[in-house]
């Protein structure tokens, strides 16, 4: 069983749209968890970060954190074209100190 | 602005000979990350250094070697790259452990394996 698991997508949406990512892990004990937005050929950008149960917003970011059903998602509001990407879930484990991350889950915003 | 910056951006070399990619901070971060990307893959964690204590994954091979001098500077060396290891190669920093750990990444450098 992979520790990180998204949805590979591609996950298409319309321009204006709500685009909904989902993440499950496997380590209980996990604490911290992240969403990174990737384009093409860059790096890992940090968008949203949350740490307890609950919903947590950053201007058309939303994530949810459900720690009992070991699940985490990503809501984007109002869906931009610029917004075509790859969104990895990174979790840290029981040590804490490392991020284990699915492999992503591609993003289209079509016009 | 304070960042992580890493070159070359694009690395070529050929096969079997050893090739040195470098990492720098201005963050002022204690935890500093290196990992391999290839294409529609998860970032594969490397190695890592807290502080001047490291830290290698049971996985990743005798070939990749790390050194870190001071605080700022952080650096991966592959002595014999093979055509298998052409990937993306990304340093991230971290200013803490435990319950927050956030990561924040270079721009990577693009390593071809000729």
């Known amino acids: 069983q992979k520790e990180v698991e998204q949805n590979s997508g591609p996950l298409s949406v319309p321009e204006g749209a709500i685009a909904s990512l989902n993440c499950t892990y496997s380590d209980r004990v996990s604490q911290s968890f992240f969403w990174y937005r990737q384009y093409s050929g860059k790096s890992p950008e940090l968008i949203m970060s949350?740490?307890?149960?609950g919903d947590k917003e950053d201007g058309r970011f939303t994530a949810q954190l459900n720690k009992a059903s070991q699940y985490v998602s990503l809501l984007i509001r109002d869906s931009q074209p610029s917004d075509s990407a790859t969104y990895l879930c990174a979790v840290t484990g029981s040590s804490g100190d490392k991020l284990t991350f699915g492999t992503g889950t591609r993003l289209a915003v079509r016009p | 602005d304070a960042m992580v910056i890493q070159n070359p951006r694009y690395q070529v070399t050929q096969f079997g000979k050893p090739v040195t990619l470098s990492c720098s901070q201005t963050?002022?971060?204690?935890?500093m990350y290196w990992y391999q990307q290839k294409s529609s893959q998860a970032p594969k964690l490397l190695f890592h250094?807290?502080?001047?204590?490291?830290?290698n994954e049971a996985d990743t091979p005798d070939n990749f070697q790390s050194r870190r001098p001071n605080t700022s500077f952080c650096f991966l060396d592959i002595r014999s790259p093979g055509l298998g290891d052409a990937a993306m190669y990304l340093c991230?920093?971290?200013?803490?452990?435990?319950?927050?750990?956030?990561?924040?990444f270079g721009p990577g450098t693009r390593l071809t394996v000729l």
């Open positions: 949350i740490y307890s149960n």
């Open positions: 963050l002022n971060h204690n935890v």
């Open positions: 991230a920093t971290s200013g803490a452990s435990g319950a927050l750990g956030e990561q924040f």
């Open positions: 250094y807290y502080d001047k204590d490291f830290n």
